[in-house]
């Protein structure tokens, strides 16, 4: 009747196909989430009928860990890539070049929530060196969450970051 249905589906690559996932997502910016990094991709790419959650910070916060915490999705997760080699920190999808700082990084995990927090941080530090005024700070209830599932490391304190030449 025109209404979004209250039940999401796993893709059936996932359940039927798929044995190991390795995600790559670049360093952008969302305005909801902070990051539009690997926890947002991995759960929004796995699952059909989104909309529903797809404008609240809120109800993204909740969604999306559990759906990364599905058995068809998080045990499959060998290998997590972000493309840090330019950082769009303000504009989300759309290309703004006057939002973006080069980074030239290419950060490898096989936790997401640390890639994800440590973006965070990146895409602050960029915001902080142009800011806007009445801009608000990233949420990070999202992440919380996230550790709280047992899905990755959320507190920078216990990174181990390892700097290649």
Avoid: M
Avoid at 2 to 18: A, E, F, M
Avoid at 65 to 94: H, M, N, S
């Amino acid at each position: 009747g025109g209404r979004l249905g209250r039940k999401s589906h796993v893709s059936r690559l996932l359940t039927q196909d798929i044995t190991r996932i390795i995600t790559v997502t670049p360093l952008l910016n969302h305005n909801l989430l902070g990051v539009n990094g690997h926890i947002a991709n991995l759960a929004l790419g796995s699952v059909d009928n989104v909309f529903r959650f797809e404008d609240s910070a809120d109800r993204l916060a909740e969604a999306l860990p559990e759906i990364c915490a599905l058995d068809e999705i998080y045990p499959k997760l060998a290998a997590c890539v972000t493309d840090a080699l330019l950082c769009q920190y303000r504009g989300e999808e759309r290309s703004h070049l006057h939002y973006t700082s080069p980074l030239n990084e290419i950060w490898i995990s096989t936790d997401p929530v640390a890639l994800d927090v440590y973006a965070l941080r990146e895409l602050s530090n960029a915001r902080a060196r142009s800011p806007v005024d009445g801009e608000k700070p990233f949420q990070t209830e999202l992440y919380r969450n996230c550790e709280l599932l047992e899905l990755g490391v959320a507190d920078e304190k216990r990174f181990v970051v390892r700097r290649l030449p």
